[in-house]
């Protein structure tokens, strides 16, 4: 099961820097994302967001491969395959974009809309749905990072050990420099 993990930030590109080193640590295999939804919210008080995953393209590129591959077979039948192939992959492209964009997919679109309008205006929020995670590792490298936890899943024991994570301030060791 997933664990929802909101996370708010002063500045308006906070969120996006997080969300990069997310993508880092999940190339670690120290995080597995199912999403991630960054929300920014401007001087002037509009919000925006930005989908780590675009449904779209990938319903067009599975729709174009699917597509061209049947109507390739198709385009067989009536010896014909060239025409097949683009036709079908025309089609299965077009078909694809559209339910990409009608499904939804992770974080409830409506959700994040009504929680990023409570944040400050001037601001980022990160969403992130999590599979799995190294909690230690993970919260070793956003230590002293400055953000407060707006709203998680996860059980009050690990919200406090998230939450101190994010407002610890980052003090140089004393073995700082030293090999």
Known sequence: MSDLIVVGFDSTDEADKVLLKLNSLRKEYLIDLEDAVVVVREAEGKVHLKQSLNLTAVGATSG?????????????????????FAIGGALGAGAGALSGSLADYG???????SLGNTIPNGS???FVLVR??????????????RGRVLKTSLSPEQEQRLQAALSQAQTPSPQAGKF
Do not use: R, T
């Not at 390739?72 to 009536?78: D, I, K, P, S």
């Open 124 to 126: 980022s929020a990160l």
């Open 64 to 84: 174009l491969l699917s597509g061209s591959l049947w109507g390739g077979l198709v385009g067989l039948l009536f010896l014909n395959p060239i025409a097949g």
């Open 132 to 145: 799995k995670v190294q909690p230690e590792k993970v919260l070793a490298e956003f230590s002293g990072l």
């Open 107 to 113: 974080i409830d679109d409506e959700f994040i809309k």
